[in-house]
């Protein structure tokens, strides 16, 4: 790309949408550079359609030399509106370095990407969209850095359920500074009126669009016009860049490779067909780089310098065989703990997927970088509790008196726990040994895969960070293989609006139940059960500091920070322990 290119001298380039070019693949991305346009004459003269631009707009997937920059547009009529862009240092656009044109259309929902290379490393821009005599918001972006890097930060978001209340934690994340957005999920959700998180959507005028649960693209396309058309997500996307991945609601809950909990093949069809609709709306409605191979891939790496190797993950829909949930494993009343861990250990059974695994190790043995990053879905830390307490979480084996029943197995056995091992009673020692995952949905659930890449992160010195969202509710956590041998640390973002255990518990058992699970769980250092917000992620050479930050309240867009809840951990690279 040739900087310092005049908006006014701008070549048109063609819009690569012809399906010959890019079938399927990332056919909202419009002409990047007038050195992009290989001699290819200008596209066909069309006729100026006006638009409006009405969803904001996104950057994201930032390397050291190009970011995607996204908007949508809405027009006035159908047929092809021509889009154009201009990236500059500053505000003002005094000093733009790139601008282009295309086309958009229907076939992509009228959104628009461009893949913006040429740029400098470890550097703002700002960028806007014109069509015709409207021109959009002016938003930011910044560029990885590359070589030697002291210090990065970003935050970490997932799980934003629009009808479930406001966005007050994206309206947060924008008026704070990052060097990226990672969104680990949970974008949307499927649901419609009446379903999951909905009880006070009309109060909210919030209520979902399509009215109905999304089965098809053009119910995924409203969904994201709907989440779109949120002033504090608008505000967030326009502030940073975001670096994203899909956990199971942007098709449907529990998604696994073949299907979802949330999926009736007899009533709503194929689910490969569903699957492939949610996908095609992701790469519409969000700033992320598509791949040049398969659009279902989107593991992959986005180097911060020599300091961070932030390596994204989809531990939903690539490789994951079906989840087990504890009622596979009830035994006359009881939680079979020996089937259970059977089931957890079975190599057979796959989170990442070979491919995916293949990769990640890879990238972990050939990276030189300090800190190997893995932003994913679900928590990877062993967070085991005995079965006890789960038989008393579970629906399908818990008596109507759960609560209790929950409380006086969480005493008993921390009273077992707090009882040293040579005084124990063999029923003390029995409940310690009962313990299995608290959540099956998570990397507990797929241990062989877990210990094969915590084992070689440990061969090749890795020190890693993974981090989570998906249980909307937020946690530390050391990560340890099954030997004992610490490789990093887990911290784990709450969630925008999705309600957390407050909700399935009560807040008053949910705030006491905190402090008391960290000393049953050895590897777990910190929770959050109750309240709504972000992490964030502060690398150095030296050191990883974790932070969390939580709004009031959801429930209005007036809202306040809680200082009392804020809290700052930090990890030393020496030896990985949360202190
Ligand atoms: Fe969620």
Not at 305 to 327: A, F, K, S, W
Request: with cysteine; proline share 5%; hydrophobic share 40%.
């Amino acid at each position: 790309m040739t900087k310092g290119t005049n908006f006014k001298r701008r070549t048109v380039v063609k819009a690569i949408a012809a399906s010959s070019l890019l079938p399927l693949l990332g056919s909202n991305l419009i002409g990047c550079s007038d050195n992009n346009n290989n001699g290819q004459s200008p596209p066909p003269e069309v006729p100026a359609i006006a638009a409006e631009f009405l969803h904001g707009v996104a950057s994201g997937d930032p390397l050291s030399d190009r970011v995607i920059i996204w908007t949508r547009v809405t027009p006035e009529s159908e047929g092809q509106v021509i889009v154009a862009w201009e990236i500059a240092l500053d505000e003002q656009f005094s000093s733009i370095v790139n601008s282009g044109e295309g086309t958009t259309d229907a076939s992509v929902d009228y959104t628009v990407k461009v893949d913006v290379d040429g740029l400098d490393a470890n550097t703002s821009y700002y960028y806007r969209f014109t069509v015709g005599e409207r021109t959009s918001a002016t938003a930011k972006t910044k560029t990885a850095p590359t070589g030697a890097t002291a210090e990065a930060a970003f935050a970490v978001v997932s799980c934003a359920n629009y009808p479930a209340g406001f966005f007050n934690v994206y309206r947060e994340l924008a008026n704070q500074e990052f060097d990226a957005v990672l969104h680990l999920g949970d974008y949307l959700y499927e649901y419609g009126q009446g379903g999951y998180a909905t009880e006070r959507a009309e109060e909210f005028d919030r209520v979902p669009q399509p009215s109905h649960e999304m089965l098809t693209l053009e119910d995924y396309r409203t969904r994201y016009a709907q989440y779109r058309g949120d002033e504090d997500l608008q505000a967030a996307h326009a502030a940073h860049p975001f670096i994203l991945v899909w956990d199971d609601h942007e098709v449907a809950n529990d998604s696994w490779r073949e299907g979802a909990d949330n999926h009736d093949p007899e009533t709503e069809g194929e689910f490969s067909e569903r699957k492939a609709a949610a996908i095609q709306a992701w790469y519409e409605w969000l700033p992320v780089r598509p791949p040049s191979n398969t659009l279902e891939i989107i593991y992959r790496q986005l180097p911060y310098g020599d300091l961070v190797n932030l390596l994204m993950l989809d531990t939903r829909l690539i490789g994951r065989d079906e989840q087990n949930t504890y009622p596979d494993f009830v035994n006359g009343g009881s939680i079979d703990v020996d089937a259970t861990r059977m089931a957890i250990n079975d190599s057979t059974r796959a989170l990442l997927g070979s491919e995916q695994m293949a990769w990640l190790k890879g990238q972990l043995t050939d990276s030189s970088a300090r800190w190997q990053v893995l932003g994913q879905q679900v928590l990877m830390a062993r967070l085991h509790l005995p079965s006890s307490i789960m038989e008393a979480l579970d629906p399908s084996i818990a008596g109507e008196d759960f609560v209790a029943e929950g409380t006086a197995a969480l005493l008993a056995a921390l009273n077992a726990k707090n009882t040293p091992p040579e005084e124990r009673t063999p029923e003390q020692q029995a409940i310690l040994d009962s313990a299995i995952p608290y959540n099956l949905d998570a990397w507990d659930g797929y241990n062989f895969e877990r210990e094969e890449l915590l084992n070689h992160a440990m061969q090749v010195g890795s020190k890693v960070v993974t981090l989570a969202g998906d249980t909307h509710n937020a946690w530390a956590s050391q990560l340890s293989t099954e030997a004992g041998d610490i490789v990093g640390v887990e911290f784990a973002a709450s969630s925008v609006t999705s309600p957390g255990l407050e909700v399935a518990l009560g807040p008053d058992l949910a705030l006491g139940l905190a402090p008391l699970v960290i000393p049953l769980i050895d590897d777990l250092r910190y929770t959050n059960f109750i309240n709504r917000g972000y992490l964030k992620v502060h690398f150095t050479m030296e050191v990883v500091t974790a932070s969390w930050t939580y709004v009031s309240n959801i429930d209005s867009t007036s809202y306040t920070l809680i200082a009392e809840e804020f809290k700052e951990i930090s990890v030393d690279a020496e030896d990985l322990l949360i202190s």
